[in-house]
């Protein structure tokens, strides 16, 4: 396992967190067009995140059964 990539995991979460901060104040602030590009982004980013988190959760239960 990388650590590089349990990096990356930490920075796409937190980066995730800081979206969804912008998400709630452009819903609060009725910046209809931000709100829907952020929802964009946050979706790509999700998935982003699953498909390294599913990696690397296959990678410990390898390690584990090895």
């Given amino acids: 396992m990388e650590p590089s990539e349990w990096t990356e995991l930490a920075k796409i ?3 995730l967190d800081e979206l969804r901060k912008l ?3 452009a819903e609060d602030t009725n910046q209809i067009a931000a709100f829907y590009a952020l ?3 946050i979706t790509e980013l999700e998935a982003t995140r699953d498909r390294l988190l599913r990696g690397l959760v296959d990678r410990v239960v390898d390690q584990a059964a090895a």
């Fill in 13 to 15: 979460t937190a980066r």
């Fill in 23 to 25: 998400l709630d104040a």
């Fill in 39 to 41: 929802e964009a982004v």
